[in-house]
């Protein structure tokens, strides 16, 4: 397969792993919420309060679909909720090798703290927010992913290890 596409809740660890395995491998790295940013040329939360969510939804869809033509030798980190939509898990299945990065809810709340950029996250009770959306897109992450790392308890060292050895198999 041709580049690794890492999925999972805000939170989990996307960016960070994905920087890092980008450079480890000798890869490119792309973030897909930067490319709709820079695109755009405004932010996520200018984003969402203009256009509303479904219009971000159409452009990460749009997105993922040029990305089939211009993104190879690449470490892609998706936006949490890119793999919601049917289509979207279809596109991302054949970009490339999807790996899932799992967190444990408190994992996640631990992370996700005090942050104006997450428009999904806005409102009083953040741990209740994080658990619905959690439990609604779990068995959607899994879907999508061909491979899936718990990240909990564990150094990004180790993580990295495991994202190495459970992707040997598709030709990474
Ligand atoms: C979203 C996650 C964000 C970003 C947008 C919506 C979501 O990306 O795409 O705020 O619906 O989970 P991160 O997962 O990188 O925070």
Redesign the pocket.
């Known amino acids: 397969m041709k580049n690794y596409i890492l999925i999972?809740?805000?939170?989990?660890g996307?960016?960070t792993v994905g920087k890092l395995l980008a450079k480890e491998k000798g890869m490119d790295f792309v973030?897909?919420?930067e490319r709709?940013v820079s695109e755009q040329n405004r932010d996520?939360?200018d984003i969402?309060t203009e256009d509303g969510?479904a219009h971000?939804r159409d452009l990460?869809t749009d997105l993922l679909r040029r990305m089939q033509e211009d993104t190879e030798h690449a470490v892609v980190?998706?936006?949490?909720?890119?793999p919601?939509r049917p289509e979207n898990r279809e596109l991302l299945r054949s970009l490339g090798c999807v790996v899932y990065l799992s967190a444990e809810k408190q994992t996640i709340l631990g992370r996700?703290q005090n942050d104006g950029?997450?428009?999904?996250?806005n409102g009083n009770d953040l741990e209740t927010r994080v658990g619905q959306?959690m439990r609604e897109?779990e068995s959607l992450y899994r879907q999508a992913a061909h491979v899936t790392v718990r990240t909990d308890g564990r150094s990004l060292h180790q993580v990295l290890r495991i994202i190495d050895q459970e992707t040997r198999r598709f030709g990474l």
């Open positions: 999972g809740f805000m939170g989990a996307k960016t973030d897909t919420d709709i996520i939360p969402f969510e971000f990460e980190s998706v936006g949490g909720g890119m919601v996700v950029s997450r428009p999904m996250l959306l897109r």
